[in-house]
């Protein structure tokens, strides 16, 4: 009799398992069914994106009568799951670098935020951000990462019907970043700097409010790593952003860190607020640079010279350059 029971048991609790893989969320109060509408399909339409790269999606379910109901999806596609009915407000964004791109505020639809987090190191030269030179103005600015792709849309007006009858909600995900290209063009003496350089570009999107469908209103400067061509005469960097804070323009500066072969440090400001600001699409920013001339060092190498490759380098003190940008 008790084998029985726990046989009843096992096969109870597969089958519940079996009914929830692929779409996780919070439970729903069985109490009261005729509030509930089952066999709810959620589809995301990529249409509005020409090569989605997402393989997992995140939903949020608002409603006034209900607590935000959560459910993730293994896939990009959708899924079946089970909801109150109503009307409620959906926000869904993609989900495919938890560790990179991190979600808060999940209280109220049009505060879900999705953020990077600080940067303790310069990626490229591995030189800790403590105590760096910033462009002047831009010195109480987070240092952030930057993101990687991320997809998401809301509906506002979503109205799920109290059936056990299958209904249908279509969603659109689009692209939630910016395209962002730096490229340093016709550098001299490119051949004194060690390793991969660093740079910073301040007044940009701290984060994304996909409830809103705009970026947040918090002022962050992006680190990102340029290489060198083959020729040793041009830098050049493809990263993505969250756009621009709404609201009024903000001045944007590009910081580059030059860690020299003699463990001297350049440190270069450039305003390319125009190219920013003033982009032909915003979405697409591309950042031209030239005139930069590092310094000649002398022919016969340091004592100790930095050991190329991912590694560390010791920066004695940097000397600060300000160009005046000719576009």
Not at 253 to 277: H, I, P
């Amino acid at each position: 009799m008790r084998s029985d029971y726990f046989k009843t048991t096992s096969l109870i609790i597969g089958a519940m398992f079996l009914l929830t893989e692929g779409c996780a969320h919070k439970e729903l109060n069985n109490d009261a069914p005729t509030t509930i509408a089952e066999n709810v399909e959620i589809v995301f339409d990529w249409s509005k994106v020409s090569s989605p790269q997402a393989s997992t999606m995140e939903l949020y379910l608002y409603s006034d009568s209900h607590e935000v109901m959560t459910y993730s999806f293994n896939n990009r596609d959708g899924g079946l799951i089970r909801s109150y009915g109503g009307k409620h407000t959906a926000v869904c964004h993609s989900n495919d670098d938890p560790y990179a791109l991190h979600v808060r505020n999940h209280h109220a639809h049009d505060e879900v935020e999705i953020y990077t987090d600080n940067t303790s190191t310069l990626v490229g030269q591995g030189i800790s951000t403590r105590g760096l030179p910033r462009a002047p103005g831009t010195e109480q600015e987070p240092l952030r990462a930057t993101p990687s792709m991320l997809y998401g849309t809301h509906h506002l007006n979503l109205n799920l019907k109290v059936s056990a009858h299958s209904q249908t909600v279509t969603l659109y995900p689009e692209e939630l970043v910016c395209h962002y290209s730096v490229e340093f063009i016709d550098v001299e003496n490119l051949q004194n700097a060690d390793l991969r350089i660093d740079a910073c570009i301040s007044s940009l999107a701290g984060g994304y409010k996909p409830g809103r469908m705009e970026a947040t209103d918090e002022a962050v400067s992006h680190t990102f790593t340029l290489t060198a061509d083959n020729d040793m005469k041009s830098l050049h960097s493809q990263f993505l952003t969250f756009g621009v804070p709404p609201g009024e323009e903000l001045p944007h500066m590009v910081c580059l860190y030059v860690a020299l072969k003699n463990k001297t440090g350049n440190f270069y400001t450039f305003d390319v607020s125009d190219q920013v600001n003033q982009a032909p699409d915003p979405r697409n920013v591309n950042i031209k640079i030239y005139g930069l001339k590092l310094p000649e060092l002398p022919d016969d190498p340091p004592d100790n010279p930095p050991v190329e490759g991912g590694v560390s380098v010791e920066v004695d003190s940097w000397n600060t350059i300000h160009y005046d940008l000719k576009v």
